[in-house]
């Protein structure tokens, strides 16, 4: 669920570890360099408590399923701490699974989508159909098969499902601009929550505060779970899961400063939509290299 133009500026210029961010979650995005269209924005969802130990009891069934509504709404989180951004019926979880396509399987593309609401419930989950032929499953991360893909909804019709649900939502995930490039869609980044970039979960697991941990490292570290294991490959709802649960760890401190920051800033702004042009801004760039370009 990207960086085109990072690779292509890789010989002239040193890239900070932010943005190295696409490597976590092992998603090679695609090479065609055409940017994210910023008109299409996101346009609504619906929204209790069990275990999470029933994430791993349904993986067995989404591995041959070839689709999977929300309605049977299995996984649950395990934490139950109070939403503190406005409410819970406005926190989603989001992850993506991608297949390859072109030569080589270089290019990638959306081929599993799934979305949980504040308390872990499925609200969406369904393999997608590639728009061009698949040749390179990477089952070995995305849990994709040949036979998931057979009665696959097409991906204009995921992606128009996916984008009224995410409407008005703050939408956490795990290095989620590659989720949201995978989608074609932007989404305004003060309603991203990305738990690969806070500073607050590396200070929580002790790791360096630049570091951009992989999200099974600080499932295992913060959240004592093992997830993505065995030969099977990841699963969404399990990873979407993982991020849902670490955002609540530092919740409250999160939204409190992003509060504050709203609080502090007087002067309006144009809308700041999450995407990874975000990273080609002045501020992840040495200061050498800007120095040299002026």
């Given amino acids: 669920m990207m960086l085109h133009a990072m690779d292509n500026a890789r010989g002239k210029k040193k890239w900070p570890q932010k943005m190295i961010i696409a490597n976590v979650k092992r998603k090679v995005m695609n090479n065609n360099n055409e940017p994210l269209d910023t008109n299409k924005l996101v346009k609504k969802t619906k929204s209790s408590n069990a275990n999470h130990s029933l994430v791993s009891s349904f993986r067995d069934h989404w591995e041959v399923d070839s689709g999977f509504s929300s309605e049977a709404s299995p996984p649950v989180s395990g934490r139950s701490s109070p939403c503190l951004s406005s409410c819970s019926t406005t926190v989603v ?23 949980l609401d504040y308390h872990g419930r499925v609200l969406y989950d369904k393999y997608v159909r590639p728009c061009q032929p698949v040749t390179d499953y990477r089952t070995r991360w995305s849990g994709i098969r040949r036979h998931h893909l057979h009665n696959a ?67 295992s570290k913060l959240l004592d779970r093992r997830i993505q294991v065995g030969k099977r490959g990841h699963c969404s709802v399990e990873d979407a899961l993982a991020s849902l649960d670490l955002y609540k760890l530092v919740e409250g401190e999160w939204e409190q400063e992003l509060q504050n920051k709203m609080r502090d800033d007087d002067a309006p702004h144009e809308p700041n939509f999450a995407s990874s042009n975000h990273y080609m801004q002045d501020e992840y760039w040495p200061d050498d290299v800007i120095a040299d370009s002026q």
């Fill in 153 to 219: 909804v097409p991906f204009t019709q995921a992606r128009e499902e996916v984008l009224g649900i995410l409407e008005g939502k703050v939408v956490v995930g795990h290095s989620i601009y590659n989720d949201f490039e995978a989608l074609d869609m932007l989404h305004p980044g003060h309603m991203v929550r990305d738990t690969c970039t806070t500073r607050y979960l590396s200070r929580l697991a002790g790791f360096p505060r630049e570091r951009c941990s992989s999200l099974k490292i600080l499932a």
């Fill in 93 to 115: 979880a989001l992850d993506c699974e991608m297949v390859g396509t072109g030569p080589g399987g270089r290019c990638s593309e959306l081929a599993r989508c799934s979305i």
